[in-house]
């Protein structure tokens, strides 16, 4: 091969254990490997991230990925990962979600074209649903002793917690699920790898077992450390949730927020694992950054790589200049401009008001919007005061006493921004 994936992973911080010979079998010719993704959501969020890019770096290294839908394993709860069970889907709910979630791995892989490493998405609930249970314990079962399956971490972790529920017979096979998978995959694709984050070690090596014992081959285990932020909080998660890749779900201009606020340390471990930018590119960004770490090239870089590549370049300029609303200079155009979606993100958390849209016929007082109406200044007086100093904007434009706030000033048909020097910001809602 003419590029060595192992090496490109190592630099950039993405692996966390690789079982030995992986790396000269990769080198060897193309070679198959693939990540399971779990069918939860019609959306991926940012924590799936990382194994997508892995997949990428594999197909950019000339090798063949495969993205693994779990729609069999989905509904039974793994647990390496959260304590709880998961909730069973239906066949119409598990197809929908993963022609969602293939629409936006088509963003990172290339599942189109002719070329023989083409990408391709497979679900294990084609092949686990007319598999009876009879047959799995006894094509499979037998092959996997009960002091193999309890010798992984996993599975010891769940049975020393406190947990009053203990561990249900489902959860403890389901390493032998996820490993029938390698084996499927191995026997039918001739995947000979499969990648994961650091907590489906223990499932990976089942199925890299299942294959020496049943496929009479072998396969190999890589793992990524679990991406945290340095500050000890969740990766990937906000007050409101998950970060999604789904634009109805997190906004572009929420997605480009995230990014743009991380912390310096944060941001330079993750410009390595969430962007292609090269070693070389990085170093320069990073030496820059560290002589002036103020204006957060780091960040910008980050945000702006990635929400590109979640989204748009066209995307991105909207939520450049949406974060310039606030933060910025921009006009009432700019203000005009933003959806309501982003209108609300931009604005969440600043002090509202509700107003009858009668009222803006033929017009509202100033006064009256700063003050009586809304609350947004303490009296008229002080109202009267800042009209005067020239310190209060409408939609970004500054106003004297005699403005009357009519519905051509609504954005969206139902907002108007009303501003008090450069920071101060309240909500006008027209109902």
């Known amino acids: 091969m003419e590029k060595n994936f192992v090496q490109e992973l190592q630099w950039r911080g993405m692996i966390h254990d ?21 069918p939860t959501a019609d959306s991926l969020h940012i924590g799936h991230l990382v194994s997508v890019m892995m997949l990428r770096h594999f197909q950019l290294a000339g090798h063949k990925p495969f993205a693994l839908v779990g729609g069999a394993t989905g509904m039974i709860g793994d ?19 993963q022609e969602a979630i293939k629409s ?10 002719d070329a023989p490493n083409a990408a391709v998405l497979v679900n294990n609930y084609d092949w686990m649903k007319d598999f009876s249970f009879l047959d799995f314990i006894r094509d499979v079962g037998k092959h996997i002793t009960v002091n193999y399956m309890m010798a992984k971490d996993s599975v010891k972790k769940r049975l020393s917690s406190d947990a009053k529920e203990g561990m249900s017979f ?13 084996l ?20 990976i090596t089942t199925g890299t077992e299942l294959i020496r014992r049943i496929g009479g081959g072998k396969g190999f285990a890589l793992t990524c450390p679990l991406i945290t932020k340095a500050d000890g909080t969740k ?11 789904d634009a109805e779900r997190t906004s ?21 694992i969430f962007t292609f930018l090269t070693q070389k590119e990085i170093e320069t960004l990073v030496e820059s950054h560290k002589q002036e770490p103020h204006l957060r090239a780091l960040q910008k870089k980050l945000a702006e790589e990635i929400t590109t590549m979640v989204h748009s370049k066209e995307d991105l300029e909207n939520a450049i200049k949406a974060s310039n609303i606030l933060f910025g200079k921009s006009t009432s155009e700019d203000l005009k401009a933003l959806d309501e979606k982003t209108f609300l993100d931009v604005f969440d958390g600043v002090p509202q ?17 700063l003050a009586a109406k809304t609350g947004f200044l303490g009296s008229n007086g002080e109202a009267r005061r800042e009209l005067k100093q020239n310190s209060i904007s409408v939609n970004k434009q500054k106003v004297k006493e005699g403005y009357l706030i009519s519905e051509e000033d609504l954005i969206n048909g139902k907002f108007v921004i009303l501003q008090r020097g450069r920071r101060n910001y309240f909500v006008l809602v027209a109902e």
Not at 79 to 97: I, Q, Y
């Open 18 to 38: 690789i079982m030995p010979g992986a790396e000269e079998h990769l080198m060897e010719e193309m070679q198959a490997a693939y990540v399971g993704i779990d």
């Open 79 to 97: 647990p390496s990962g959260k304590s709880a069970e998961r909730n069973l889907l239906d066949e119409a709910t598990l197809r929908h979600n």
């Open 104 to 113: 936006q791995l088509g963003r990172f892989l290339d599942f189109d074209s």
């Open 170 to 182: 489902t959860e403890f096979t389901y390493q032998l699920v996820q490993g029938y998978d390698f």
């Open 184 to 203: 499927y995959l191995y026997q039918h694709h001739n995947c000979t790898l499969q990648m994961g984050g650091s907590d489906q070690w223990g499932n």
């Open 235 to 245: 990766f990937g998660k906000t007050e409101g949730g998950n970060v999604w890749l």
């Open 252 to 272: 572009p201009y929420k997605f480009y927020q995230y990014w743009l606020n991380t912390s310096d340390e944060d941001a330079e471990k993750y410009i390595k």
């Open 353 to 369: 008001a509700t107003v009858s849209k009668s009222e803006l016929t033929p017009g509202l007082d100033m006064i009256g919007a």
